[in-house]
Structure formats: structure tokens, C-alpha cells
């Protein structure tokens, strides 16, 4: 957003607050990946699951930016806008999918596994 919007933070220098602000907003939302998926899994493959998943969260935001930026040069930079906002949202979709895991007992759980 910064390097969209350099005109205007040039012109309004304040502006660049706006956009820390939401970076920190972004960065919060995967900072509860570790509270909710943890109790997904069972004990023996938490670390291994949690583990594959986030590094392969890590290969993708790496893939992600040259994919924008190869759709942004051949069909405008609106196009590539757009697949990140796809992106987001499949990822909140799925998100919506885990199961409620709220007032479960994890002993109980880790018997019935």
C-alpha cells in the first residue's frame, strides 16, 4: 500500500501512520494462528502440523508477491490488487471451516484420538 499510495503519503506525509496501522492489523490477525490451530491436532504431531504449516505459509507469502507482480505488469496493477485480496479471503474462508474446539476438554480429547 505504501508504494501505491507514495504520491499521496509524499503530499501527506501523516498518511504513512494509516498505513502501519494497517500493517499491524494484518500481521495481528495470523498472530492467533498459533492459539486456535494448536488444538486441532493431537499431542504427538502438534509440533510437526503446526510446524509444516506455518513454513509453508512462509513459501507462499514468498511466491505471492512475484505471482502479483507478474499479473500486475501484463494485465495492471488493479488485476494484481485483486488476486491478493483472493488470497485473503479464501484464507478467511477457511478459516470458518476449522471446528469449534471451544469448552472441550483436551484431556478427553487426547483419549478419544
Do not use: C, H
Request: glycine content about 12%; proline content about 5%.
Amino acid at each position: 500500500m505504501i508504494t501505491v499510495f507514495w504520491d499521496n503519503i509524499a503530499n501527506y506525509p501523516p498518511l504513512i501512520f494509516v498505513f502501519v496501522f494497517i500493517i499491524g492489523i494484518g500481521t495481528g490477525i495470523y498472530g492467533g494462528y498459533g492459539p486456535i490451530v494448536s488444538e486441532l491436532f493431537p499431542t504427538e504431531i502438534r509440533s510437526t502440523d503446526m510446524g509444516a504449516g506455518f513454513n509453508l505459509a512462509k513459501g507462499t507469502q514468498f511466491l505471492t508477491p512475484i505471482l502479483i507482480t507478474l499479473i500486475a505488469v501484463q494485465y495492471g496493477s488493479g488485476s494484481g490488487i485483486f488476486l491478493g485480496s483472493i488470497f485473503a479471503l479464501s484464507v478467511a474462508i477457511f478459516i470458518w471451516t476449522f471446528p469449534e474446539i471451544k469448552a472441550i476438554d483436551l484431556e478427553n480429547l487426547e483419549k478419544q484420538n
